[in-house]
């Protein structure tokens, strides 16, 4: 097992597909080609979709947003190892995760815009909204797997966080409901080196974060977090393990934010230009594109048809999100209660009246 | 009918809810093995097994967190955290996850949990088992809050709480879990949430109360006796407020009292008293009073009586009230 190889204690980080592009035979997962390029378009989607809502926001379409730039990998590899009816708890910076678990692109743009509709997902797609207050997703993802248990279900939750999350009581308190009951939870932290302005070693004394789970009592593994075949293998084998019964698993996906914490941020204030070279040099997309094309399947001419067409749906999307309606005045009272007490629609109907015209 | 006091009929309320539904799931410190602090859930995990009754580890906002996450797919959790004082770890679970959760979704996720507590003073507690803290979850939209004041009752609104379809806080009056035995029926017994009690008709004065306070307005009634026509009204639910009975009574009335085991000041008490003020002003007769704790940290068993609030003081509230 990947976990009992990949010791975080020891030192070691599982890594497959080399920043050159290059792949350790050994460890390489048997993937079929048309999910290899699933994967590859969601990625470069992602990428796209994230610089334009940075766009959007500079333009005063969109409010502030956290870019995933550097981290697509770290999101889409564990979804291609995801089951069907298996959840996605997630905090706010897992965009590629979402796509290709098929929340569709326009309503998270329409969350970034302002409008409650936009985590409002389709039918079948499990998957909780964005979570603000950092790290109180955890222990929902325990619950969400506790029930899923309790029902026989052959579902799994892979629950997302950073590396910040880690410190909070909510992660610590998570993890150690999860290690007793032996829910079936994965754990990903995207560990992208900074909570804003504050430095992973600033956050944790511990060497790692994968080694946490050691106290947990189930086992920890820590991935590079820019290499989508490690975080697919390593979720996978941790998936397995979570439906055989056999508990959680903590992922530490060890990655980089490459732009600001959100559009609100100025990350030039408190890092370096050289580290963030360093990382550039370590681009999830660009490495994958290598892999593909030494295996036959990726080209010039069809990177250049792809970055057309994935250009040509982000601006579809942002059109659908753009022309989705605002709330009506009734909608933000509607859903604080399965049935609207009767003092509250008084409140609405009092307020109707005294809204200025036109702001209906 | 069997005569039973609160610990009880709480019991009984969780277990038939729990035989009707196997959704339904117990979880909190010691609920399991121990049957709670206080021996509520006594006998529910020798009947529903590890599974549906869950000791859990020490960690109140892991409870709430937990629960919300059963509750979002499919479960009914029923969280217990063993006293009022604890709950504050809460807070951040029960205000930025259970309480919008269904509002933020527009209705895709919701959660139907009761985090259940016991409130209140007048036991003689140790520091921080005697709270009673409601208005932090009052001024919470998209949470309800129940308080129970008998056995009955208690039966009666815990089942609807957890047939809700949103968040409850269902508080417990510590003080009145073993005061009172009443007759208490096995099977289908519900209480509506949101619709107050009318527990004595009046025509003279309203006195408004909840949970442990009920029966020391009962006491004070009894030391007037019947010098006036009291009306008595136990709210049940503190949000959403049952206002129409409230206004109801005091514009039959014109005189209202107000008895609030907590402090004075942005209480439920408050809310009351500006509801009437909004509806009801030109019903009254006098200013509506408020008998409630001092804006005070809840002295210790030492100095407890001081601060809680005895039929003494409700009784001279009820006649100032009546001679303004």
Known sequence: MLVDDFDPLKGKRLEILRKDGSVNKKLEPKIDDDILLKAYRTMVLTRVADEKAVKLQRQGRLGAYPPTKGQEASQIGPALAMGPNDWLVWAFRELGGLIYRGVPLWRLYLYWMGNEEGSSYPEGVHATPSVVPVGSQVPHAVGIAYAAKQRKEDTAVVCFFGDGGTSEGDFHEGLNFAGVMRTPNVFICQNNQWAISVPRERQTASKTIAQKAVAYGFPGIQVDGNDVLALYVATKEALERARKGEGPTLIESYTYRMGDHTTSDDATRYRLEKELLEWADRDPIARFRVYLTNRGLWGEEKEKALLEEVSATVEEEVKKAESFPRPTFEDCFRHTFATMPEDLREQMEALRRELPTGRE | MVMM????????????????????????????????????????????????????????????????????????????????????????????????????????????????????????????????????????????????????????????????????????????????????????????????????????????????????????????????????????????????????????????????????????????????????????????????????????????????IGPERIKSAIERTMSF
């Open chain 2, 5 to 308: 006091n609160m610990v009880q009929s709480i019991n009984l309320a969780l277990r038939e809810e729990m035989e009707r539904d196997t959704s339904v799931v117990l979880l909190g410190e010691d609920v399991g093995v121990d049957g709670g602090v206080f021996r509520v859930t006594e006998g529910l995990l020798d009947r529903f097994g590890t599974e549906r009754v869950i000791d859990t580890p020490l960690a109140e906002a892991g409870i709430a967190g937990v629960a919300i996450g059963m509750a979002m797919n499919g479960l009914r959790p029923v969280a217990e955290v063993q006293f009022m004082g604890f709950g504050y770890l809460t807070l951040n679970q029960m205000i930025c996850h259970a309480a919008r959760m269904r509002n933020r979704t527009r209705g895709r996720l919701t959660v139907p949990m009761v985090l259940r507590t016991p409130y209140g003073a007048g036991v003689k507690a140790l520091e921080h088992h005697s709270e009673s803290t409601e208005a932090l979850f009052t001024q919470i939209p998209g949470l309800k809050v129940v308080v129970p004041s008998t056995p009955l009752e208690a039966k009666g609104l815990l089942t609807s709480s957890i047939r809700d379809p949103d968040p409850v806080i269902f508080l417990e009056p510590t003080r009145s879990y073993r005061m009172l035995k009443e007759e208490v029926p096995s099977g289908e017994y519900t209480v509506p949430l949101s619709q107050a009690r009318v527990v004595q008709e009046g025509i003279d004065l309203t006195v408004i109360g909840w949970g442990a306070m009920i029966p020391q307005i009962q006491k004070a009634l009894d030391s007037l006796a019947g010098k006036f026509s009291c009306e008595v009204l136990d709210l049940r639910t503190l949000s959403p407020l049952d206002s129409n009975a409230i206004i109801r009574s005091v514009k039959k009335t014109g005189r209202c009292v107000v008895v609030q085991e907590a402090p004075k000041s942005f209480g439920v008490g408050a809310e009351i008293a500006a509801r009437i003020n909004e509806k009801a002003l030109l019903s009254l007769e006098a200013p509506v009073e408020r008998v409630a704790a001092p804006d005070i940290t809840i002295p210790l068993p030492k100095g407890e009586d001081y601060y809680y």
